[in-house]
């Protein structure tokens, strides 16, 4: 066996040669890796005993893609490109032996391979997309040659892997082996070269593409029917053009057309934050005080407090997770109903095909309803959604402090209360920590773990474990009220109100937001949520919100009532402007004599959207927040602030914090309301002309 460079080996078996792949862990195609491939495949092609190459990958996968930790470096020889020609020009037949996941550039080498053999475990996809970017080393053009263009446009623009039985199927791997796949590899190129088979170069295939050629519809049909995900993303119309490329042009025009594609999107602001965001995620994952060896606790039990709308989709996350669960209420009828929605849950997932009726059963089998507290004893964490009452949830501590087993970890859904408080009113205040799931909680990917002054190490770490156990995004947030994401959605609230007694009507506000790239405003969200929610915490706490306490005195709670800020048409979603609700806005801005206008597009946006930014800088500042991507991180999974915008905080750095500052002064200045005073953490940056993000 010879070394060729630290990642790739050189081995000879018979006369096949063996090219393998060792750069744990996931083999990405660092310099090295293409240095060793490129070098190896010259030698092989030299050597006169050698009649055929395999290239395969040690350790658990194929090549996984490209080297993250060389996005945004200067790009280094040999480039992949070169190393695909030398593969494919190989005058000897090169076959790829493929196990884990053929992903990016790994299923780019693949293709530029002449035969794919793979273990039935494989999956292969093209995943650029979901960093704005698309396939720039061929793969837009090979893949339709071998899978037809309809395929790839699904794989590509998509960007998620397919299985074996599929990638056989559809003629994107020759064969399925099992036993040692170096072994089935070497066999396979054996079976190659006994049976004389001509070297198969995908870019001379015309067959998977010819009845896609001259058929623009295909392609607008295809544009269509991806238009709602797409929205406001740049990489899915490139990644279709250049398919269109592989089908309409040569292969070496095409090339050239897919790396024109390829450098606008690595260009585009699009691109650039989508893979600012990729980073942001991991990011996350970081607390500097508490290392990645700090003990946790292991979860083999969990119990939810509260069988409502967050206790139900909690239980779920962990029944998903396959870890039995636990859900305690105070009467049987309140648990026969909350459970009743998690099963009606499930098996509408199940009429969707996403789930068999067998899957069904085997989650239901892990949630165990009961109204006796002993039962969460042997629960290693306990999660409470109780009513949101600071008494109530006290006297449910209490009894969790009795009750659960020393090491469990105790933790709070609240979404307004003070945790500190909370863990109080246990003996183990260093066991308590918020867990702010976010509605619907079996689908919001988002959990704010919220740290108590007194949390532990272990309970921090253990809560960021187990939120990723259960597939969530956890990011560390301090306590505060309405911690970071609704602290800063309450600033955006307060503008919105504004701006309609102002005189921009619900339907406009919402449609700066929409085309901004949200899913939906401020209006049809709060519809969506139930507008008396508000209105009676307003209540409790004495206080007024004119408009949208004359809305609720008319019994429009939001869309559940067929009413709100907008009107719905029956078993529809769509809000309605509502001319009842223009003429409520218009009342009281007359009573509060506030002078209505026009108010334009931009206004609309940097007034609700700057407060945010302003606020995040608060946090900061608090250090209620780790970092500023952190923040971004909030946005994008809780709120659905456009992942190709970054967050508020990587956008306001994109806009420039002095520009924003000075809007803010100026907004101040008009308005006389000291709302608009910057906070002094984007005053400074401002001034020295940093960003949030450096
Ligand atoms: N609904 C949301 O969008 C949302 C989002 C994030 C956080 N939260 C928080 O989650 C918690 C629960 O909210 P929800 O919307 O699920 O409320 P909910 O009213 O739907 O459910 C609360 C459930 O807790 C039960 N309960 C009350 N006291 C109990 C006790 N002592 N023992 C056992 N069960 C008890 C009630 O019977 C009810 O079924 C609140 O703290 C809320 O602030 C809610």
Redesign the pocket.
Known sequence: MTKITQSVDLDRRGHVAVLTVNNPPVNALSSHVRQGLHEGLIQAGSDAAVQAVVIACAGRTFIAGADITEFGKPPTEPSLNAVLDLIENCPKPVVAAIHGTALGGGLEVTLACHYRVGVKGARFGLPEVKLGLLPGAGGTQRLPRVVGAQKALQMIVSGDPIGADEALKVGLIDEIVDGDLTAAGVAFAEKVLAEKRPLKKIRDLTDKIAPAKGKPEIFAEFRKSVARQTRGFRAPENCIKAVEAAVELPFDQGIKRERELFTELMNSPESKAQRYFFFAEREAAKIPDVPNNTPVVDIKKAAV?????????IAMNFANAGIPVTV????QE??D??LGVVRKNYEATAARGRLTPADVEKRMGLIQGT?D?KAIADADIVI?????EMP??K??FA?LDAIAKPDAVLA??????DVDEIASATKRPESVIGT??????NVMRLLENVRGAKSSKSTVATAMAVGRRIGKVPVLVGVCYGFVGNRMLHQRGLQAEKLILEGAPPHQVDKVLTDFGFPMGPFAMSDL?GLD?GWRIRKGRGVTSAVADRICELGRFGQKTGAGYFRYEKGERAPIPDPVVEQIIADVAKEQGIARRQIGVEEIQQRLLYPMVNEGAKILEEKIAIRASDIDVIWVYGYGWPIYRGGPMFWADSIGLKAVRDQMLAYKKQSGDDFWTPAPLLDRLAEAGKGFLG
């Open positions: 407090i509260g069988a409502g709308t967050m206790g139900g989709g305690v209420e105070m009467a309140a648990l109903r909350g109204t507290w409470e959604a109780v009513f949101e109530i949830k006297e449910v009894k709070t859904n609240t979404s307004t209360l702010h799931f976010f509605s619907p909680a949520a929610v």
